[in-house]
């Protein structure tokens, strides 16, 4: 069975600083990563996408992602974090059957200090 | 980009009443539809996956007849919460994906805070 875990439940970065936010991974055959993020009251917006190809990966808002598949992971990392950062992030996985569903973690939220 | 909107964003009512919230793909056509419910600091619980024209997938543990969920049309699909109580009340959200594959992502609407006093 397929599964997520995000480690962290809140991570905490000075302004400027650079950021990451942990995600594993357990999945049968090749996995598509995908990172969402969540602001208060509103749905999921997708950050970034891992199928195939490069393991660096670039999404919106200047993040990206490095999938490692030997550590099964797929951490979201962004040089300079901004307040505006500040926000819950989930990781979530997918087997490449199709009929497989996308597991969401349980989302680690990030503080961004002015 | 693919744009999903979620109707009401926010519903107040009483006890007993049924309460219908829309999700519609603006831009693209939904094969597959999700709804979330998400709980105060939680992750989101998939309750339901509905495909156009069949009926949907519950999960487990999620009642059917408490939750009706139509998929009338390939930018159309409701959840309907019936006979609403407190416990019902949450943050419900939907998803959306089209016919690209599970390789592409969902894309979620605003959600609709729901609460039954």
């Known amino acids: 069975a397929q599964s997520v875990a995000q480690p962290e439940d809140q991570v905490n970065v000075a302004e400027g600083n650079p950021l990451t936010v942990k995600c594993t991974y357990s999945?049968?055959?090749?996995?598509?990563l995908f990172w969402y993020v969540q602001y208060p009251n509103r749905g999921l917006q997708f950050l970034l996408k891992?199928?195939?190809?490069?393991?660096l990966v670039k999404g919106s808002y200047g993040f990206e992602a490095e999938f490692n598949k030997s550590q099964t992971s797929f951490h979201l990392k962004k040089p300079s974090a901004l307040v505006s950062d500040s926000a819950l992030y989930f990781c979530a996985v997918r087997a490449p059957n199709r009929d497989d569903k996308i597991i969401f973690g349980k989302g680690t939220r990030l503080h961004i200090l002015p | 980009g693919a744009v999903v909107s979620q109707h009401p964003s926010r519903v107040i009512c009483k006890s007993g009443t049924s309460v219908k919230i829309e999700c519609r793909s603006l831009d693209f056509q939904a094969t597959t539809m999700f709804w979330y419910r998400q709980f105060p600091k939680q992750s989101l619980m998939l309750m339901a996956t509905?495909?156009?024209?069949?009926?949907?997938?519950?999960e487990q543990g999620v009642e059917k007849d408490k939750f009706l969920i139509n998929h009338a049309s390939l930018t159309l699909s409701t959840l309907t919460v019936t006979s609403a109580h407190p416990e019902d009340s949450s943050f419900y959200i939907c998803?959306?994906?089209?016919?690209?594959?599970?390789?592409?992502?969902?894309?979620f609407g605003d959600g609709t805070r729901l609460s039954i006093l």
């Open positions: 999945v049968s055959g090749n996995p598509y």
């Open positions: 998803s959306a994906e089209g016919a690209g594959g599970g390789n592409q992502p969902q894309h």
């Open positions: 891992y199928i195939t190809g490069d393991n």
């Open positions: 509905s495909n156009e024209g069949s009926k949907a997938t519950y």
